[in-house]
T-cell receptor
Framework: GENVEQHPSTLSVQEGDSAVIKCTYS??????FPWYKQELGKGPQLIID?????GEKKDQRIAVTLNKTAKHFSLHITETQPEDSAVYFC??????????????FGKGTKLSVIP | KAGVTQTPRYLIKTRGQQVTLSCSPI?????VSWYQQTPGQGLQFLFE???????NKGNFPGRFSGRQFSNSRSEMNVSTLELGDSALYLC?????????????FGAGTRLSVL
């Protein structure tokens, strides 16, 4: 089955700096890669996603890149703010095109933005 | 539009008991997935229901089961509870249409097994 590795497990940045979180996946059939943000006491919230036919996607201060050959995808947050502090999860879906909703998640990255 | 609603938010049970958790998806969504979140194993897929049928299943023992009703609401049941079942159980809903795989999560039910 699919295996998703996520690094780093913790990340501290100064407010205004950039943060980068990296994930690798094992199943070359994976074609949908969402990123979720989870705040304390809440469920994961989708912040951005990318499909395998796209190499990069951006939404304001958040961007995701995908390298299918290397099976890597990364989350980039620019101009970080204290409210960006949370746990971020990457995920992969190996059968998204077949109507499957079975996500395999990374272990998460706890991001702390220091004011 | 209301989000995904999970009830109850917190549960305390003892070993050997059984528990039922409920999930109401976003209006119009027909797919409901369940996940278990623990500090050690992270987020793990339990199963997914679409139009009252289980469509996908993760690697969990048969003590974990679920069902979906005609209004797309779903329940998850865990029988013969073990200490290791203590976790946050998350429900996610999706439209269920192929090509639109976005899953929206509820706040979860925190289950503690004593």
């Amino acid at each position: 089955g699919e295996n998703v590795e996520q690094h780093p497990s913790t990340l501290s940045v100064q407010e205004g700096d950039s943060a980068v979180i990296k994930c690798t996946y094992s199943d070359s059939a994976s074609n949908y890669f969402p990123w979720y943000k989870q705040e304390l006491g809440k469920g994961p919230q989708l912040i951005i996603d990318i499909r395998s036919n796209v190499g990069e996607k951006k939404d304001q201060r958040i961007a995701v890149t995908l390298n299918k050959t290397a099976k890597h995808f990364s989350l980039h947050i620019t101009e970080t703010q204290p409210e960006d502090s949370a746990v971020y999860f990457c995920a992969a879906n190996p059968r998204a095109g077949a109507g499957s909703y079975q996500l395999t998640f990374g272990k998460g990255t706890k991001l702390s933005v220091i004011p | 539009k209301a989000g995904v609603t999970q009830t109850p938010r917190y549960l305390i049970k003892t070993r050997g008991q059984q528990v039922t958790l409920s999930c109401s998806p976003i209006s119009g969504h027909r797919s409901v997935s369940w996940y278990q979140q623990t500090p050690g194993q992270g987020l793990q897929f339990l199963f997914e229901y679409f139009s009252e049928t289980q469509r996908n299943k993760g690697n969990f023992p048969g003590r974990f089961s679920g069902r979906q009703f005609s209004n797309s609401r779903s329940e998850m049941n865990v029988s013969t509870l073990e200490l290791g079942d203590s976790a946050l159980y998350l429900c996610a809903s999706s439209s269920g249409t192929s090509g639109k795989n976005i899953q929206y999560f509820g706040a979860g039910t925190r289950l503690s097994v004593l």
